[in-house]
């Protein structure tokens, strides 16, 4: 399998974004970095460089739901790197309410981050994968995509459900070209996301160990993967077969 160099990764100012650009960059692999927060980006870079002097590291500040700049952005990327490789749709939001409690503000922004804006990052990372005919998109869905969640987690695994099947029929729609299509369904793993429920989650790994799994199964371009691998793809089964009235008891 070839060695993608050029690496998109959005949403790499903190978290798993982040993580994974450590972990690439002492790959030897060049990065495109991009977030809404270019103070923490820049630092990033110029940490990596640093560390790694012999690759390349470019930024861009970049909010997902200004779709128009997230095809621009991209271009860019593609123009300075002399090519992309690997785009990771990484950005998203985790915050959301209960329906119907009078907070469809923050679940539309939920909803519209991880799915409208994931769908803009597709389509400006296929596009261009088209026009090079190669590249691997890897979109980043969550492991609450397995089935609906409630409470406060209902409008997030939605969305997250949503950006997966896009991404799988994505890759249904390239089977025939050399443009390949993952999708990772991180669990528990600890980020500016899910800190505030760290304490009461005992199966939640760190972030460096999450975002090693993370790049493992990016590295291997399954059509699938749960990250880590070991308790979340069991639990998928479970989870998927538990009935509605047991499984709101243990969410």
Not at 109 to 115: F, I, P, R, S, Y
Not at 178 to 200: C, K
């Amino acid at each position: 399998m070839a060695v993608r160099k050029n690496i998109v990764i959005t949403g790499a100012s903190a978290g798993l974004g982040e993580g994974m650009a450590r972990l690439f960059a002492a790959r030897g692999r060049d990065l495109a970095l991009c977030a809404r927060r270019r103070d923490r980006l820049d630092a990033l870079a110029a940490e990596l460089t640093e560390r790694h002097p012999g690759i390349r590291v470019i930024v861009r500040e970049l909010d997902v739901n200004d779709h128009d700049r997230v095809a621009t952005v991209f271009d860019e990327f593609r123009t300075e790197l002399g090519g992309l490789d690997r785009v990771i749709v990484n950005a998203g939001l985790g915050k959301g309410q209960p329906v119907g409690t009078g907070h469809f503000a923050a679940n539309r922004q939920t909803v519209e981050t991880n799915l409208v804006a994931g769908l803009a990052q597709c389509e400006a990372a296929v596009s261009i994968f088209r026009e090079q005919n190669a590249g691997h998109l890897v979109v980043v869905s969550s492991f609450s995509a397995v089935r609906g969640m409630p409470r406060t987690m209902t409008a997030y695994a939605a969305s997250k459900a949503g950006i997966a099947a896009l991404s799988d029929g994505i890759r249904t729609d390239l089977l025939a070209t050399p443009i390949s299509v993952t999708t990772v369904f991180p669990g528990y793993i600890e980020s500016e996301m899910t800190r505030r429920t760290a304490g009461r989650t005992p199966l939640i790994a760190s972030a460096e160990a999450g975002a090693r799994a993370l790049v493992k199964a990016i590295e291997r371009e399954s059509a699938k993967a749960y990250v880590p691998s070991w308790p979340w793809t069991p639990l998928s089964l479970l989870v998927r077969a538990l009935p509605a009235s047991v499984f709101r008891r243990i969410v």
